[in-house]
T-cell receptor, first 109, second 113 residues
Framework: KNEVEQSPQNLTAQEGEFITINCSYS?????LHWLQQHPGGGIVSLFM???GKKKHGRLIATINIQEKHSSLHITASHPRDSAVYIC???????????FGTGTRLKVLA | EPEVTQTPSHQVTQMGQEVILRCVPI?????FYWYRQILGQKVEFLVS????????KSEIFDDQFSVERPDGSNFTLKIRSTKLEDSAMYFC????FGAGEQFFGPGTRLTVL
């Protein structure tokens, strides 16, 4: 069983739609990261969460530590949001990260 | 804006050869990481490094791998005798403190023939 599960694996949306990507994990964590990987392969950090909710522009990330679940929301999606979104967790007491398999998002104009 | 840099961007090598992948983390960061991503697969943790020593390593990081911070700025990953299955994108990342935001380098694509 994967320690970090993301859903959906693939998502196609129309421009302007509200998008939700989910991440569930099975271990206690000290932090959870949402990352964006562009088609060229580069990885950009979007959020680092240990509790609650963060917002940056059209992106919102939430985490529920008790339920071991996090969501990434994109409001008013745009074709430039097309990328792979990756959830990664830092298990408590370790210096490693466990990555989800990613959600491939395509936003159509 | 400070950034993590990696060289080379693409390395092609013959099986059995040694390769060194180089990273320059953000200058005041304290924690350094190497990850790999085999084509079409998820990113995998290799090793974390803090205070000039390995903090944690994965099962992938066997005796063929080593890391070094030789001069206080570069952070290198050495693969002693490359195998075909080492072909992947290798990412370096740095963090200012333990559970902070990760800054990733652009990656080195390693192709082993």
């Amino acid at each position: 069983k994967n320690e970090v599960e993301q859903s959906p694996q693939n998502l196609t949306a129309q421009e302007g739609e509200f998008i939700t990507i989910n991440c569930s994990y099975s271990v206690g964590i000290s932090a959870l990261h949402w990352l964006q990987q562009h088609p060229g392969g580069g990885i950009v950090s979007l959020f680092m969460l240990s509790s609650g909710k963060k917002k940056h522009g059209r992106l919102i990330a939430t985490i529920n530590i008790q339920e071991k679940h996090s969501s990434l929301h994109i409001t008013a999606s745009h074709p430039r949001d097309s990328a792979v979104y990756i959830c990664a967790v830092a298990p408590s007491g370790t210096y490693k990260y466990i990555f989800g398999t990613g959600t491939r998002l395509k936003v159509l104009a | 804006e400070p950034e993590v840099t990696q060289t080379p961007s693409h390395q092609v090598t013959q099986m059995g050869q040694e390769v060194i992948l180089r990273c320059v983390p953000i200058s005041n960061h304290l924690y350094f990481y190497w990850y790999r991503q085999i084509l079409g697969q998820k990113v995998e943790f290799l090793v974390s490094f803090y205070n000039n020593e390995i903090s944690e390593k994965s099962e992938i990081f066997d005796d063929q791998f080593s890391v070094e911070r030789p001069d206080g700025s570069n952070f290198t990953l050495k693969i002693r005798s490359t195998k075909l299955e080492d072909s992947a994108m290798y990412f370096c990342a740095s963090i200012l403190f333990g559970a902070g935001e990760q800054f990733f380098g652009p990656g080195t694509r390693l192709t082993v023939l």
